[in-house]
């Protein structure tokens, strides 16, 4: 990906020193933060009332590049994200640099993928609105959604920081399959005990559903009855309670 000199160059990355004296930036990443503010003030007129004189729009950049720098904002693509919903504002006023900053990092319906929530209830139900869910859920563990309730926190925590992956892919136009290192939550980090039984549970979840046994009480009784062919007053062999 094409960054801006990763925007803060001379600032080596790191969050710049909010005391004393002005900040020091290379040329690029100067030629972007004035390319930035020439277009904004072409796409809002009434950007006077934010930096009504030179001395203003100079402090504002210097502001800018620390908000930036705090908050992340260190790639073109962001800043083109920003200028792109900036665009369609349709209002006069030139945004606040933390109101420029949510614009942009882009929402998951930005790239017509649902919210963490949506997408994790997507994938305990195993029905995927968007790729990106599926291939969360498939780092998270399918066999794991599969018997796992909806108010799973540790389970949850897998899933939503596997989509957080996905989502980052797709705000930087990368790819949105491929290997996603483990995480919190993951096998490393249980306890032998814990391994173990789970281990036990799935396997015995796993020797149910080859020999077609059912799990709820109600489902096995009616099994065993149908198994020995026993029926109640006016019922199929096998069905009642």
Same mark, same amino acid.
């Given at each position: 990906?094409?960054? =801006?000199?990763?925007?803060?160059?001379?600032?080596?990355?790191?969050?710049?020193?909010?005391?004393?004296?002005?900040? @020091?930036?290379? !040329?690029?990443?100067? &030629? @972007?933060?004035? $390319?930035?503010?020439?277009?904004?003030?072409?796409?809002?007129?009434?950007?006077?009332?934010?930096?009504?004189?030179? &001395?203003?729009?100079?402090?504002?950049?210097? %502001?800018?590049?620390?908000?930036?720098?705090?908050? +992340?904002?260190?790639?073109?693509?962001?800043? &083109?994200?920003?200028?792109?919903?900036?665009?369609?504002?349709?209002?006069?006023?030139? #945004?606040?640099?933390?109101?420029? !900053?949510?614009?942009?990092? #882009?929402?998951? &319906?930005?790239? +017509?993928?649902?919210?963490?929530?949506?997408?994790?209830? %997507?994938?305990?139900?195993? /029905?995927?609105?968007?790729?990106? /869910?599926?291939?969360?859920? /498939?780092?998270?563990?399918?066999?794991?959604?599969?018997?796992?309730?909806?108010?799973?926190?540790?389970?949850?925590?897998?899933?939503?920081?596997?989509?957080?992956? /996905?989502?980052?892919? =797709?705000? *930087?136009?990368? #790819?949105? $399959?491929?290997?996603?290192?483990?995480?919190?939550?993951? $096998?490393?980090?249980?306890?032998?005990?814990?391994?173990?039984?789970?281990?036990?549970?799935?396997?015995?979840?796993?020797?149910? *559903?080859?020999?077609?046994? #059912?799990? +709820?009480?109600?489902?096995?009784? =009616?099994?065993?009855?149908?198994?020995?062919?026993?029926?109640?007053?006016?019922?199929?062999? +096998?069905?009642?309670?």
């Amino acid at each position: 990906m094409k960054s =801006a000199n990763q925007l803060m160059a001379a600032m080596q990355n790191r969050p710049p020193e909010l005391h004393g004296g002005p900040v @020091v930036v290379s !040329i690029e990443t100067a &030629e @972007v933060v004035n $390319d930035l503010f020439r277009r904004l003030r072409g796409i809002f007129p009434a950007w006077r009332q934010a930096w009504p004189s030179t &001395e203003a729009l100079a402090a504002a950049k210097e %502001e800018w590049i620390k908000e930036f720098a705090s908050e +992340g904002i260190r790639t073109l693509e962001q800043i &083109e994200f920003g200028i792109e919903k900036c665009r369609k504002l349709k209002k006069p006023f030139a #945004p606040s640099v933390g109101e420029f !900053i949510a614009m942009c990092q #882009p929402t998951p &319906e930005d790239f +017509g993928m649902p919210a963490p929530a949506a997408a994790w209830v %997507e994938a305990l139900l195993g /029905v995927y609105s968007h790729e990106g /869910v599926k291939i969360a859920a /498939v780092a998270t563990g399918l066999f794991d959604l599969r018997a796992a309730q909806q108010n799973d926190k540790g389970l949850q925590a897998r899933f939503d920081r596997a989509y957080e992956i /996905v989502l980052r892919r =797709a705000q *930087e136009g990368e #790819p949105l $399959d491929g290997k996603i290192a483990t995480g919190i939550g993951h $096998d490393s980090q249980k306890s032998a005990a814990e391994l173990a039984d789970e281990y036990a549970t799935q396997k015995q979840a796993r020797l149910l *559903e080859i020999q077609q046994i #059912p799990s +709820g009480a109600a489902a096995c009784r =009616a099994h065993l009855l149908a198994k020995l062919n026993i029926k109640r007053a006016g019922q199929p062999a +096998g069905e009642g309670m």
